[in-house]
């Protein structure tokens, strides 16, 4: 009986394909016959053992698709490119356990799972951004976000908008509210804008700490530091001191730091607003710059001054301050607190606000004009 043999037949995959590589030269009359769950091959050719009839069959680890499958005889080789029905990794190529010495791993085509993916994010990237050099996972990433940024306003977009809109639209309601009444009532209105707008003020003032929150979320660029200090110096004056204080409620100064920071604000949301949507309008630009050498260093000394009135009030009712003995063991004077503040944040940050506000507008102006980078 004559000896049956067997080319040597290595083999890869991918999760959708089996490729063979019979490795037999100059193969003459190839008998092949695939179906769904096997392959046998018989043919002469010149192999391991010769120019010989050589024969083999595999039964396939999981089913195939036949009609998508193709083979191609070549001079040194017969090449199979196998569909599988399911895209799937197999954890071997036959049902059997024990594969025959014959059937070798095609190391040439052997990809694992992971290595197949990198292959496909590459194909991907290619596909969605062209030949732009290596893939790079974060490259492509970034890619992708600012593509989607740019088509559509996304949910961090929008709710930026929408915040400032709502502040434009407290502190005008509180701005106009102030200029109506002193055109209306003159020198009763001075009088009398704590108890009008003193509430709505605390209100708006209270939501304004999110503005500390949105640069540490990185729902807005800059830092958290100016918007810091900003916010809690006027809670300081607004709560602390002018809510506080009742003498100091009927006080023109009061009148006329909220219409200061009311104008300020009105004018500042909508620059906020059209730069979440990196719009940039020259007349809003111009403006809250502008403004803001004018209204920033007004505000600052409107608060300076009030501060300075309060200090005779706390002084006398000693409201939050705390003195000994008590169970903290522990002194503690606002009104010193207030001079302090005042010596030392207050008369430097006057000062450096001052230059500030001429060196922006000086920016501002030659930006206008020759069309620099906006500030």
Known sequence: MAEI?????????????????VDLKNVLDPSIELNDDRVTFSAIGCGGQGEKQYQFSLNFYLPVDPKESSYRVQ???????????????WPRLIVMQKKPHWLKID???????????A??????????????????????RKIVEEQEQQSTPGLKIRYIFFYNLLQFIAYTI?????????????????????SVVGSRLIFTQLIAYLEIIHPLLKLVKGGWMAAFMQVNGRNL?????????????????????????SLSD????????????????????????????????????????????????????????????????????????????LLIIFI?????????????????????????PKL
């Open 5 to 21: 043999l067997s080319p040597s037949v290595f083999w890869a995959q991918t999760a959708h394909t089996i490729s063979l590589r």
């Open 75 to 89: 001079a040194r080789q017969v090449d199979f490119s196998i569909k599988k029905q399911g895209a799937e990794w």
């Open 107 to 117: 190391f040439d085509k052997w990809k694992d799972e992971d290595e197949e993916m």
């Open 119 to 140: 292959v496909e994010q590459k194909r991907l990237h290619k596909e969605d951004f062209g030949d732009v050099g290596p893939f790079d996972e974060a490259r492509g």
């Open 174 to 194: 509180i701005f106009f509210t102030l200029i109506g009444r002193y055109l209306y009532y003159g020198e009763y209105a001075v009088t009398t804008a704590f």
């Open 237 to 261: 004056v607004l709560m602390l001191i002018i809510a506080a204080e009742p003498r100091l409620h009927n006080q023109p100064l009061v009148f006329w730091l909220f219409t200061i920071w």
């Open 266 to 341: 009105v004018i500042r949301y909508p620059y906020y607003m059209l730069s979440s949507l990196n719009l940039d309008w020259g007349g809003i630009t111009w403006l809250r710059y502008t403004a803001w050498t004018i209204l920033y260093p007004l505000g600052f000394v409107c608060e300076g001054l009030v501060i300075l009135a309060a200090i005779p009030f706390f002084e006398d009712t000693g409201k939050w301050s705390f003195a000994l003995p008590n169970m903290w063991n522990f002194s503690f004077s606002f009104s010193g607190f207030l001079r302090i503040y």
């Open 348 to 372: 430097p940050g006057l000062c450096e606000l001052t230059a500030l506000a001429c060196l922006t507008s000086i920016l501002s102006n030659i930006r206008t004009e020759y069309g620099y």
